[in-house]
């Protein structure tokens, strides 16, 4: 799954503007002169370490861009600045792929600030850290299922949103997946002639993700599925909702020549299960 790297809100690197260059007066900018790691920042404005930290974000050095954020809330805990620094904290680990720390944070800040004017951010980044550890179709999808929980829960809470539309994508793309890991398994099981289980895999493909581009295929496997046990009207009946809802499709075409002697299949290096078989046959 190709995953878009997200960019960082604007309103959180706008509060550099309001503090202007005096409040930076502990730092000049320069990481270089910024102190070594594990070192104290107690004797900095909180404006300057945010600052620094944004930097090293920037510069995509997200340890130091953690460490700094991190510094902001320990020593100044009672500042705006430490509200921000908790977040962009979590948008640091995210970047560098640690999700659980990442998830930790953002956990953290949607707890303790449910009002903040970037709380839907926290969410939709929170949903991100599950769903891009989503595991290919060949594995467990716990995962996914918790990352479309946890999209779905930004679409509920703040529907009119960018992150609304976005996360509403990113259902659709886990859902796919989620059809994809049946297909695999229906495959599997009917590639053994275990009809009754790989039959089960297909319906649920159809009944449960029909919105999913693996519907054509799972309505062709069962055509296929039903010519094998020789139950012909089933497969009709299978083939005649294929055609019906996909007319244009290979899936169909491919299905309409298993049914109709002498009609081509869609593509002669794809022939189905039960052409194959018929093939091996005779």
Not at 158 to 163: G, I, L, R
């Amino acid at each position: 799954m190709t995953i878009r790297r997200i960019a960082i809100l604007p309103l959180l690197l706008a509060p550099l503007a309001l503090g202007g260059c005096e409040s930076l007066n502990f730092w000049d900018g320069k990481s270089d002169n910024l102190r070594p790691r594990g070192a104290s920042y107690a004797d900095m404005s909180p404006e300057a370490v945010y600052a620094a930290g944004l930097e090293a974000l920037r510069a995509e050095r997200y340890a130091q861009a953690v460490e700094l954020f991190d510094a902001v809330e320990r020593d100044h805990p009672y500042s705006t600045w430490a509200t921000n620094a908790r977040l962009m904290s979590g948008y640091a680990e995210y970047s560098r792929n640690r999700y659980t720390e990442a998830l930790g944070q953002l956990d953290r800040f949607i707890q303790l600030h449910p009002a903040h004017r970037d709380i839907a951010y926290a969410y939709y980044l929170r949903a991100l850290c599950y769903y891009e550890q989503i595991a290919d179709a060949e594995r467990d999808q716990q995962g996914t299922e918790t990352a479309m929980a946890a999209l779905q829960d930004v679409v509920n809470r703040f529907p009119n949103s960018t992150y609304a539309r976005d996360a509403r994508l990113k259902i659709d793309l886990a859902r796919d997946h989620l059809a994809g890991k049946e297909m695999n398994i229906g495959r599997f099981y009917q590639n053994r002639k275990l009809y009754a289980a790989a039959i089960a895999r297909f319906r649920t493909v159809v009944e449960s993700y029909q919105t999913t581009n693996h519907t054509p295929e799972a309505l062709h496997r069962l055509t296929e599925i039903y010519l094998a046990l020789g139950l012909t009207e089933e497969a009709r009946k299978t083939a005649s909702v294929l055609g019906h809802n996909y007319p244009g499709n290979p899936w169909y075409q491919d299905s309409y020549a298993l049914l109709v002697e002498g009609a081509p299949r869609a593509d002669g290096q794809r022939p189905g299960f039960f052409r194959r078989a018929v093939d091996a046959v005779f």
